[in-house]
């Protein structure tokens, strides 16, 4: 069963949200605050954690600093925060410090099960990858593949070892952003809208919110890019959305 971390400093909101989750079939850990979230990550009980639901809102440590703070321990662990307001400077905030999605309060039990599951399979090893923008398998035209491995001016992307290099140091990327990289880079040149990565990396095709999207590429940039504000990898292309190279 997967376990899921519940980080609510309102006791009536995590609880229901424990029990509907519990009836879901999935494990539960719960904290009131950062502080405790942290300290049971860091135990033997954080071991044992696959994604953590985490409340913007809390008393002490905010939610962007813990955000913060489990992605500086860890790149693989999803995590999709909440929002009470749905306001847009607190989403895009928390997006940047590390959060892979987001759903605003009160959110019904179906649309919160549906993202973690999306989530959770974005985590899985070899999910979904392996499969270009054009929806087949395989070497795709102009790309410079070796079998699973290709080589763009000094970024290594190997897409059976779910691994990225650049000049031979390895680049950690959380699994959002690894499959934005892996879904552009299937395809060098083409353009894909905000809306086809929103359906192939988030399983988003009922919410048409870019900011998801914006904000996984600032992320991607600033790991892969030598200069990030003049992206050579992951180009802007406006009005339509982005696309991998031409270096």
Not at 78 to 91: N, Q, S, V
Not at 95 to 114: F, M, Q, S
Not at 187 to 213: M, Y
């Amino acid at each position: 069963m997967p376990q899921v971390l519940l980080i609510e400093d309102d006791t009536s909101v995590r609880d229901g949200m424990e029990l509907v989750l519990r009836r879901h079939g999935y494990g539960v850990e719960t904290a009131a605050t950062g502080e405790e979230a942290l300290a049971l990550l860091a135990g033997e009980r954080g071991a044992a954690v696959e994604l953590a639901v985490l409340d913007l809102m809390l008393p002490g440590m905010d939610g962007f600093e813990v955000c913060r703070r489990i992605r500086a321990r860890t790149a693989t662990l999803p995590i999709i925060m909440l929002t009470a307001r749905g306001d847009d400077e607190d989403i895009v905030t928390g997006l940047e410090a590390g959060a892979d999605d987001y759903v605003v309060k009160p959110v019904t039990a179906p649309v919160l099960e549906a993202r973690i599951r999306a989530a959770l399979r974005r985590a899985e090893p070899g999910a979904g990858v392996g499969v270009g923008a054009s929806g087949s398998a395989g070497t795709g035209a102009g790309r410079p593949d070796h079998g699973d491995r290709s080589e763009h001016g000094g970024l290594v992307i190997d897409r059976a070892g779910l691994t990225v290099t650049k000049h031979g140091t390895p680049v950690a990327l959380p699994p959002t952003e690894l499959r934005v990289l892996l879904e552009l880079s299937a395809a060098p040149g083409r353009v894909l809208t905000r809306e086809h990565l929103l359906a192939s990396v988030w399983d988003h095709t009922f919410l048409g919110d870019s900011r998801l999207v914006d904000a996984a590429v600032g992320r991607l940039r600033a790991k892969i890019e030598d200069v990030p504000a003049r992206p050579r990898y992951v180009q802007t292309v406006r009005g339509f959305g982005y696309r991998f190279g031409p270096l």
